[in-house]
């Protein structure tokens, strides 16, 4: 399984992106989708995910500010990011879980920058 993650940028304060993740390869029913990020010297955390009933889970930093939604007919996750902070500036990791296989991967991240 490939996953080709794409949206990311520079962008101002108070700006706005959509992250994409598009799943390619040998895919059975994707069963949770999700974006994780991660900024050097700390550890990845996770920032939104989405299970294939789209029960959606949000980091507490990001609520209300980020959206995530998945296209199951195009086996794409995206991540809406509203409001951007300084803060959020990270590389941000696609992910998914195939719980048929039992087994998980990762993108190779797309880098967000937010000036302030």
């Known amino acids: 399984v490939q996953l080709q993650a794409s949206g990311g940028g520079l962008v101002q304060a108070g700006g706005s992106l959509r992250l994409s993740c598009a799943a390619s390869?040998?895919?059975?029913?994707?069963?949770?989708m999700a974006w994780y990020r991660q900024t050097p010297g700390k550890q990845r955390e996770l920032v939104a995910s989405i299970t294939s009933g789209d029960s959606t889970n949000y980091a507490d930093s990001v609520k209300g500010r980020f959206t995530i939604s998945r296209d199951n007919a195009k086996n794409t996750v995206y991540l809406q990011i509203n409001n951007l902070k300084p803060e959020d500036t990270a590389v941000y990791y696609c992910?998914?879980?195939?719980?048929?296989?039992?087994?998980?991967?990762w993108g190779k991240g797309t880098l967000v920058t937010v000036s302030s």
């Open positions: 992910f998914v879980y195939i719980h048929a296989v039992l087994m998980s991967h």
């Open positions: 390869g040998n895919i059975y029913s994707i069963t949770t």
